[in-house]
């Protein structure tokens, strides 16, 4: 995904999401491969910049799912 940044995104890269978020980098990359954490790639570099609050609401709703038992696949279908 490839989105452009509004100036008033707080964008931070996969460490400093691990960090505020409690989620280990491994599952963010994870996550990301999978198609289900939005992020913005950071010019022609492969480096994933995430929108703070657009990240911190999928990983919750991701973390909800997981609770109903549903599958990665099943939460893949979701989104």
Do not use: C
Request: aromatic share 8%.
């Amino acid at each position: 995904m490839n989105k452009r940044y509004e100036k008033n995104d707080i964008i931070l890269s996969i460490g400093e999401l691990a960090k505020v978020s409690g989620v280990r980098q491994s599952t963010l990359k994870f996550y990301t491969e999978i198609g289900i954490l939005p992020f913005n790639q950071d010019g022609e570099r492969l480096i994933r910049r995430y929108k703070k609050n657009e990240a911190l609401k999928r990983l919750e709703e991701i973390r909800k799912l997981k609770a109903k038992s549903m599958t990665i696949k099943e939460i893949v279908d979701y989104f």
